[in-house]
């Protein structure tokens, strides 16, 4: 959810047009084989699915979004590991972070919600297009 609530100007700008999409190779991105019973790592579950659904949506500026989303979701996972209690290096007595899921991070289950959440008519993607989201928070926190 945090990953979220940071990307929200970023989300914002990609589906008003104001931010371009841009990828480093043509070919990018293109779904590939996932063997779905070894989809998970210390960073999550079904990463390889999560990716493969982004990178089939036919809206680029979803397509961009839900990309975007899964890469800072991923970065976010990796700078928690070494400080998660279970992690041999800090040993028994780490304190628990608490931003650490308790349970594995689902990819998969991310990019499908977010997903729903950006179909064109949807009220989440209605307040994305209208105005940038920094504008949205500062006149809710005024009434």
Request: hydrophobic share 40%.
């Amino acid at each position: 959810m945090n990953v979220l609530k940071e990307w929200v100007d970023d989300i914002s700008g990609l589906l008003r047009g104001t931010t371009q999409i841009e990828y480093w190779f043509e070919d990018y991105p293109k779904s590939g084989p996932v063997d779905e019973a070894h989809d998970s790592s210390q960073t999550g579950l079904r990463q390889g699915q999560a990716f493969n659904y982004a990178a089939d949506q036919s809206d680029m500026k979803v397509q961009a979004a839900l990309l975007g989303l899964t890469a800072r979701a991923n970065l976010k996972q990796v700078l928690l590991l070494p400080t998660v209690k279970r992690h041999k290096h800090y040993g028994d007595d780490a304190p628990p972070v608490p931003e650490a899921p308790e349970e594995a991070f689902d990819f998969l289950f991310m990019v499908e919600a977010v997903a729903n959440a950006l179909q064109p008519g949807r009220p989440a993607r209605v307040l994305f297009e209208r105005q940038p989201l920094s504008s949205v928070k500062k006149s809710s926190q005024i009434g």
